[in-house]
């Protein structure tokens, strides 16, 4: 059975790709991005963003002021 950590969702921004992980307002740095899912506006998203530390990048995406984060999660090993 996989764990995972609910991750503080991101405000989206239409002048922004990159963003801080956070978790509880802490920084949050990740296994991996492969470690990393995340919705915006009810889209599972994928192929789409790099991790870099507790940065998170999206690519080849624009956001404008109504895109909405569903959630975005950290799944841990599996126990």
Known sequence: MATYDTLDNLILSSSQTTYNL???RFAFTPASE???ICSINGV???GNF???GST???TNISFS???KMDYIMHIRTAL
């Open 22 to 24: 956070t978790k509880d």
């Open 34 to 36: 492969k470690n990393i």
């Open 44 to 46: 599972v998203q994928s």
């Open 50 to 52: 790099t991790v870099l």
């Open 56 to 58: 998170i990048t999206f």
């Open 65 to 67: 002021s109504s895109d």
